[in-house]
């Protein structure tokens, strides 16, 4: 029976503005390629391929018969996951641990840079009846939970600027972040405004990119690697999809998704449990709004966390260290992929000059971003 599985191989491209270079198939074969070569791994030893992607963005249906030739899973169980790669992961975690599966590799990639109208495509997610006909931008949503969140913790403006200061600063140290910068918060307020109290600098821009892992059972996870990245706790959730009828305030989806996490991994205090967390920042404010669901502090106490240096580089919580989504760029369904990167390279100690000291637990956690209330939660471990 199996009892642990682990990450025992990953790879990934890095994250640019823009690929001219690459389609997006010469780009999930280059992390591939990285992957099974960190893994020690042929292809035809895998046993299951999961791609995570969603047809719409894509541009075609049944994504994953445009996937077999790049990750090697010719004529091999191969499944599309039409969701975020944390949701992928869940699902090859699930796959190895009915026995059935002794090793899978799980896929991501973003190519929006393909994509002309990705405002338009964002918006087409928004209900048809009662939303999509007021042909607001999707950053509208955005700007009024950002409302909402500010006025019921009484968090600022100014704070959500300095999460954009700390992540593109962190950036800057990470290789693969397409969007490392040295700003001030008077930079970030003093950029175009978007949709009020939203700035442009508040929202992280989009990026290519793709990342490979590959999963094992216990036995082959120990025979592959010497360091193998133990899946300890998933979780993941949907909200209500209606605007009108969630709580505007808070992030549910990551809550429940972080209990559901939690309780799989056998934790009962965050705070004290969690060494560092890669955290969906897509926009400013969901970076505090996020910890606070998360349960890494109390409702309302992220500003002063952020203030006081504790999610800092040298903070007792280190959050998006590797840059997030504004440092690193926002990647639609390989979201997840990068922060599991970020884990994985801390986790064995390669994380080179952005290293965080005697890391034993890290956390990743996504949203699927507008108008959806969807999240899911990943807990990893060395040990």
Not at 197 to 206: K, M, N, S
Request: charged letters at 20%; one cysteine or more.
């Amino acid at each position: 029976m199996v009892k642990r599985v682990a990450i025992v191989g990953i790879g990934t491209t890095g994250f640019r503005p823009v690929t001219p270079d690459v389609s997006y198939r010469e780009l999930i074969f280059e992390a591939a390629r990285k992957a099974y070569t960190d893994a020690g791994i042929e292809p035809s030893e895998i046993d299951g391929f999961i791609t995570t992607a969603e047809d719409f963005m894509e541009g075609y249906s049944i994504a994953d018969e445009y996937c077999p030739d790049q990750i090697g899973s010719v004529l091999k169980p191969t499944q599309t996951i039409p969701g975020d790669f944390l949701q992928g992961l869940a699902t090859g975690y699930m796959m190895i641990m009915t026995g059935a599966f002794k090793t899978v590799a799980v896929e991501a990639h973003s190519k929006v840079s393909n994509v002309k109208n990705v405002g338009e495509l964002m918006g087409f997610a928004q209900d048809p009846v009662y939303n999509r006909p007021l042909r607001e931008t999707p950053h509208a949503i955005a700007g009024l939970e950002m409302t909402r969140y500010l006025f019921e913790t009484q968090t600022t403006p100014e704070h959500c600027a300095s999460v954009v200061v700390k992540n593109k600063w962190n950036a800057l140290r990470n290789p693969y972040a397409a969007f490392g910068a040295d700003i001030t918060e008077i930079d970030v307020l003093s950029s175009e405004p978007v949709a009020l109290p939203l700035q442009r600098l508040d929202i992280a821009p989009h990026a290519d990119g793709a990342v490979v892992v590959v999963l094992a059972a216990e036995e082959t996870a120990h025979a592959l690697c010497d360091i193998p990245i133990w899946i300890e706790g998933l979780g993941w959730c949907t909200d209500t999809p209606t605007l009108e009828m969630r709580d505007w305030g808070q992030a549910g989806y990551a809550r429940l998704s972080a209990e559901m996490a939690y309780r799989m991994a056998g934790i009962a205090n965050p705070p004290g449990m969690i060494d560092f967390a890669e955290i969906c920042d897509e926009y400013s404010y969901k970076e505090l709004q996020h910890m606070e669901a998360l349960k890494l502090c109390k409702p309302g106490e992220a500003a002063a966390m952020l203030e006081s240096g504790a999610t800092s580089y040298q903070g007792e919580l280190p959050v998006n260290i590797s840059g997030g989504a504004l440092g690193v760029g926002h990647l639609f369904e390989a979201s997840g992929a990068h922060k599991i990167l970020e884990l994985v390279e801390q986790l064995r100690g390669e994380a080179g000059a952005r290293q965080i000291p005697d890391v034993n637990i890290g956390l990743a956690q996504v949203w699927r971003g507008v108008p959806t209330a969807t999240g899911a939660v990943a807990i990893l471990s060395n040990m």
